[in-house]
């Protein structure tokens, strides 16, 4: 019977009652004993990974590292969600680039690409050289060495 303002008593112990006298008697050992738990073992030490870089190769031959987000355009501007990303503006006469294109991002041991929208598209080059167009707002993972086009403007993405 539940009493307010009892204390439960430890296991194989009961209180004295009010109207019984005042011995505390012992109760008998239950068969089974309480869980006891066993701590994992500390994981083995491993090796840390080896840290790859990935770069944007230009059409001049200048490796742009890719640290996090990268917005790629003929002038681009951050907005969410990547306000911290760095900005590659680059020179293109034919202005097949837009303003903000794409967007590069670095995630884990890969690296993605996605069109933001852009007016001419992205497309990645496959080994025979045929385009394949990303579907625009999409991260699409592309290959270590693959070319990417946005709009005409031509970059590879190599990880060293």
Request: charge should be neutral; glycine fraction near 8%; aromatic fraction near 4%.
């Amino acid at each position: 019977m539940d009493t307010p303002g009892f204390i439960t008593p430890p296991p194989g112990l009961v209180p004295p009652r009010d109207d019984t006298d005042t011995r505390t008697e012992r109760m008998p050992r239950r068969g089974a004993s309480l869980p006891v738990f066993n701590a994992p073992p500390a994981p083995a030490a491993q090796t840390p990974p080896v840290s790859r870089t990935w770069f944007v190769v230009l059409p001049t031959g200048a490796r742009i590292p890719v640290n996090g987000s990268l917005l790629v355009g003929r002038n681009p501007v951050r907005f969410e969600p990547w306000a911290g990303a760095e900005l590659l503006p680059v020179d293109d006469p034919v202005r097949s680039v837009s303003k903000t294109h794409a967007v590069i991002e670095v995630v884990g041991d890969g690296i993605r690409v996605t069109d933001l929208h852009s007016t001419n598209g992205v497309s990645v080059l496959d080994a025979s050289g045929a385009a394949a167009p990303l579907i625009p707002g999409a991260a699409t993972p592309v290959a270590a060495g693959a070319a990417v086009l946005f709009g005409s403007y031509r970059v590879q993405l190599i990880v060293a």
